[in-house]
């Protein structure tokens, strides 16, 4: 077997002499590719073959890509990517064209002769798993977890996307060959057949009856595509028929397979497309071929110790190249490993079909043993081995026997005589003494339940350059916290599992058993005085050491230096930090292979070698620097003292007396492990989920505070830009308006040039003209002269007059003005109190009727409290009202603005009116006999006035005989200052009164009082003045005349007689406070005899 090291060359031989396939693996040549720089292997990841099957390409992890042509026996560089290759494939019909898919989600496009890129695709999420090109070499399916895209290799443009749940993931979509139906697999075991050009579903392959889920990983379809292979986490093969849409075979591998991680069909150029030789890729790293036909093993490539990650088949079934565990590539010859015949075969494989015999119910599994036939030779005889018996194992070796055949009585005789075991076989010799039971599925279990929350950190506290093994220890230490609780609390689990995730990497089932049984075994009572050091270990390393060197121990003791210090550093890191890596395989190998205790001992044993430097040590820095770094030490002496210590220490304080026998794990399931302090491991572990929730408070709150700070920015900087856009604007329309007014100016000053052109022609003309009739003109101008005289002599006489008459009138419109504004201004003062007065009313109304219930007793008080104090305004404001009312028959103008005006005031109040309508519409029902009472008593008591103001009137007629004539025309001033009315209106007089004088005592609105004086054509008895006020007269002026809204057309010279407000107003309070006192003796009566209803009806009212 060939080995060649491409290095750093960018072309070359692939094997320097003729190859010859090796008879025991077929293998012709292995590829590796060094680092001269860092001293290590480049591993390969990819590999694709082209179509003629005579070259294939391959990337390694650092991005290069290699083309190597096995029938010319070359290699070359053809490019450098910088990134991981994560799937390749070659163009179908641009054979020198192929893809590449990079870690950064991205697919490449590259010439391979040329070496220039060709085109450059983006659009997936996640790592492209695959890529499938169909058999025209048109179109192309790249697969990553979470989506699937159809790409035009014409355009390199998308087509077509794949979107699905995230629940749902898919395992792997590809063309079928020879067909134009596309393949998707899904991770809930569903298969569907689409047709590429319209992307209709075709059909849908089901699974077996029974149910059993196989979690589909791999899958391989015939050149022919009308058998389909599938297989996954388990050693089962199904195998479809295409054509039928049928489940033909379920095909049960060896029990050494567990999981089937690829699937290849090895062509053949007599079979029509139609493979019989399917290779199965394990999860041990070794592909097993075998016949779909006959499911007979033929051979098998890789092995324990070389397994394979990666196989790709040549088109041609010629060659099989392979990556293995340690990233080199293997060219395997198809044609050597068929001629093996030598290795006898393993008759394990097993078929599960159906009988037909048997109902769709029930399935008759069948399972039978083959042999593989021997290829036919050509007449030479080739000797066979003859195989002995094993001999009889007695009962002492039967307890030293290993898995896998080994005597752990020899590997021990081994390990004396060498000190350790061969570094080939020392993984394999350490699975076989740790008996490892390999348990797949629970394992799976433990790390299909994701990264533990203790380990999401892991990165911060152990950072470690290659993310390979930090994603190989955050897997293994969420495995360990899912398996015990007190995993995920244990801070220096990550120093005890580091050294064995780094041997073991590429195998993390095994590294996780390993460290499990380390753990089980070797790390007996550690975590029983969690969170604190492990004391009674650590007790029983003091007192080995006190047994055989006292004088050490007590150095440490006057130096104040505990086990914790001296002895718990090296069994936390199981020695990783002070040994090297061969150092600590040597010793480990020693550890493995003896008694659990055997780790305690080689502690004192690492003490006692370094005693000469340790005495001379005395500050704890020094102590503590000492057990964390390397020093300098004969191992193999240490290895010595440690197995003297074994067999010299007493059994009283040997740590085997307290320590139990090493125990392998369980197969199937592994044990539960509940040797620490649950309350503090539950405890520490709420802790932690409380810590972790404030701490994710805290940064989704600092995530609001960044973004709002962003938002913040983002806003300053727009206004920012839109003031500067402003000022631009501003500064644009500034120019303008200069441009502008510079245009203007220029227009200006040429329309300014114009005009005296103009004016320049027009005084030519006009010289010209003024020459000719110069002597008309003087003629004629002595006689304008004496006629402007004279006009001039008319226009000031008539200036004159018509300046005086001007003057006066301006003065009359001045003195008419004035009237006119004092007029105005008292007539406003009286509508705003009006206004006011009516307000008020509407105001204490709607309050009384929402509360009625509560205060109809109060409003009773005030309204006999109101009226005790308002009789005699009450009285005065009914003869003034009546007064007034007459005055307006004369003025129908006046009447008819203040109506108008009213009418606009009404229509306003009607409408707050409204509500307190309805309200009191059933009151006024019930009021409406007291109202008749007071009609009654009102009639009698005024026609007692009136006959009281005709004797007044007839004295006052005769003490003012000159002002009897006016009084018979506007009505005669009483002692109060109203005005009396006409005969001709005494029933006017009399029915206005009335209703004002009921629209004082019911509390009503004066619009409504207003509204019906208009139905009946009435004045209105107080339309522009306050119920309220006082005449403007008072007695202290008697000379003073009264100025009146009904006088607005008089002229001012008109005088009023005045009469003074004293005369008679005994006699009228005391008239006045009667009649009030038989009104409210008729108000109590009625309020007494419909007491019960009014309180019934008051409360609905207000509930309403």
């Not at 391989?220 to 489940?247: F, I, M, P, Y």
């Not at 129908?892 to 606009?904: A, F, G, I, P």
Request: net charge positive; proline share 5%.
């Amino acid at each position: 077997m060939q080995t060649i090291d491409v290095g750093s060359k960018e072309d070359g031989q692939v094997w320097h002499r003729k190859p010859n396939p090796s008879v025991s693996n077929g293998i012709i040549v292995t590829v590796v590719r060094s680092n001269p720089h860092q001293n290590k292997t480049v591993r390969f990841l990819q590999v694709a073959f082209d179509t003629t099957g005579d070259s294939f390409v391959s990337g390694d992890h650092h991005g290069n890509i290699y083309v190597f042509d096995i029938s010319r026996n070359r290699f070359r560089l053809v490019q450098k990517t910088g990134q991981a290759c994560t799937a390749l494939s070659f163009s179908l019909r641009r054979t020198t064209e192929f893809l590449v898919a990079l870690a950064d989600y991205s697919i490449k496009c590259f010439d391979k002769d040329t070496k220039q890129l060709v085109s450059w695709m983006r659009g997936h999420e996640g790592a492209v798993s695959s890529i499938s090109v169909h058999s025209s070499g048109r179109y192309a399916i790249s697969t990553s977890s979470d989506t699937a895209q159809l790409w035009d290799l014409d355009t390199f443009q998308r087509k077509r996307k794949l979107n699905i749940r995230q629940s749902v993931g898919i395992q792997r979509v590809f063309f079928l060959p020879l067909s134009n139906t596309i393949l998707s697999c899904f991770n809930d075991d569903s298969i569907f057949a689409w047709e590429s050009d319209t992307l209709v579903c075709k059909y849908q392959l089901s699974g077996p009856q029974d149910g059993t889920r196989v979690h589909y990983k791999a899958f391989a379809v015939t050149r022919e595509g009308k058998t389909l292979a599938a297989g996954g986490r388990s050693n089962l093969l199904h195998l479809w028929c295409l054509d039928s849409r049928q489940l033909m075979r379920v095909v049960q591998m060896p029990p050494l397979v567990r999981t089937v991680r690829h699937l290849e069909f090895l062509p053949d150029s007599f079979d029509g497309g139609s493979s019989q030789v399917l290779g199965v890729l394990s999860q041990d790293g070794i592909m097993r071929f075998i016949n779909i036909q006959t499911f007979k093993q033929l051979f098998e490539v890789g092995s324990i110790d070389n397994a394979l990650t990666t196989v790709t088949i040549c088109p041609k079934g010629r060659h099989i190249v392979a990556v293995t565990d340690s990233g080199a590539l293997n060219i395997y010859s198809v044609q050597g490993l068929t001629q093996e015949v030598n290795k006898p075969p393993q008759p394990l494989v097993k078929v599960v079909s159906q009988d037909s015999t048997v109902d769709a119910s029930g399935v008759l599994v069948k399972v039978r043993s083959g042999t593989v036939r021997r290829p036919k030779t050509s007449g030479r005889r080739v000797p066979a081995k003859v195989l002995r018996p094993p001999a009889v194992i007695t009962g002492d070796e039967k307890e030293n026997d290993l898995p896998g055949g080994l005597s752990k009585k020899k590997l021990l005789a081994l390990l004396k005589a060498f000190g350790e075991y061969p570094a080939k076989y020392r993984m394999f010799v350490w699975r076989s003494l740790l008996q490892l039971p390999e348990n797949h599925a629970a394992f799976n279990s433990l790390v299909e339940k994701g990264v533990h929350p203790a380990c999401l950190s892991l990165q911060e506290r152990y950072p470690i350059k290659s993310q390979k093994l930090q994603r190989g220890l955050q897997r293994l230490l969420s495995a360990l916290a899912h398996w015990s609780a007190i995993f995920g609390e244990t801070d220096y689990l990550p120093l005890v599992a580091f050294p064995f995730v780094k041997l073991f990497q590429n195998n993390p089932l095994i590294c996780f058993e390993v460290v499990a049984t380390v753990i089980v075994n070797w790390c007996q009572h550690w975590f029983e005085y969690f969170p604190n050091p492990p004391l009674n270990v650590l007790s029983m390393v003091e007192n080995v050491l006190a047994h055989h060197d006292k004088e050490l121990l007590q150095h440490l003791v006057d130096c104040r230096i505990t086990s914790q210090l001296y002895a718990w550093p090296l069994l936390q890191t199981l020695f990783s930090e002070v040994l090297t890596r061969d150092e600590w395989l040597r010793l480990f190998d020693n550890v493995f292979s003896n008694h659990p205790a055997f780790l305690l001992v080689a502690v004192v044993a690492y003490v006692t070698c370094c005693r000469a430097q340790l005495l001379t040590l005395a500050f704890t820095e020094d102590f503590e620097y000492f057990f964390h770094h390397r020093n300098n030490f004969d191992m193999a002496a240490m290895i010595k003292e440690t197995y003297r210590l074994m067999s010299t220490t007493p059994e009283d304080i040997h740590p085997r007396s307290t320590l139990s026998p090493f125990e392998p794990l369980l197969r199937g399931q592994y044990p539960v492990f509940n040797k620490y302090p649950t309350f503090i491991v539950e405890y520490q572990s709420q802790e932690r989920e409380r810590i972790r929730q404030q701490e994710g408070q805290y940064l989704r709150e600092r995530q609001d505070l960044q973004e709002l700070r962003a938002e913040t920015v983002r806003q300053q900087a727009q206004d920012e830009a839109w003031y500067t856009q402003q000022e631009l604007l501003q500064e644009a329309e500034q120019q303008r308006r200069n441009i502008l007014q510079q245009e203007e100016a220029k227009l200006a000053e040429q329309r300014v040039k114009l005009a005296a052109m103009k004016r320049e022609l027009k005084l030519k003309e006009l010289t010209l003209v003024e020459a000719t009739h110069r002597r008309f003109l003087h003629h004629q101008q002595d006689q304008r002269t004496v006629q402007l005289q004279r006009l001039d002599d008319e226009i000031q006489r008539k200036m004159a007059l018509r300046d005086q008459e001007t003057a006066a009138a301006v003065q009359d419109i001045e003195v008419r003005q004035m009237e006119l504004d004092a007029k105005r201004r008292l007539f406003e003062q009286q509508l705003a109190k009006e206004q006011q007065r009516v307000n008020q009313e509407v105001e204490a109304e709607l309050g009384v009727r929402r509360h009625r219930a509560e205060l109809e007793e109060t409003a009773f008080r005030d309204v006999l409290q109101s009226d005790k104090e308002l009789t005699h305004d009450t009285k005065r404001v009914l003869e003034e009202s009546v007064a007034e009312a007459v005055q307006l028959g004369p003025d129908q103008e006046w009447q008819t603005e203040v109506l108008k005006r009213l009418e606009r005031s009404d229509a306003d109040q009607q409408r707050r009116q409204h509500l307190l309508s309805q309200m009191a519409l059933e009151t006024r029902g019930r009021e409406e006999e007291l109202a008749k009472l007071m009609m009654a008593a009102e009639g009698r008591k005024w026609e007692k006035v009136e006959d009281e103001k005709k004797k007044k009137k007839k004295k006052e007629q005769a003490a003012a005989p000159v002002e009897s004539s006016r009084g018979d025309q506007e009505g005669l001033p009483n002692e109060q200052g109203y005005q009396r009315p006409p005969k001709s209106q005494g029933e006017t007089y009399s029915k206005s009164s009335h209703i004002a004088f009921l629209s004082l005592v019911d509390h009503r609105e004066p619009g409504e009082m207003y509204s019906r004086l208009r139905e009946r054509n009435l004045p209105s008895p107080c339309p522009t003045r306050d119920p309220g006020c006082r005449p403007s007269s008072a007695p202290t002026q008697p000379n003073a005349k009264p100025v009146c809204l009904n006088n607005l057309n008089r002229s001012p010279s008109e005088s009023s007689t005045t009469f003074s407000l004293d005369r008679g107003r005994a006699e009228l309070d005391c008239k006045e406070r009667e009649l009030m006192k038989e009104v409210r003796d008729l108000r109590q009566k009625l309020a007494r005899a419909k007491a019960g209803p009014s309180s019934t009806y008051s409360s609905s009212t207000v509930s309403q």
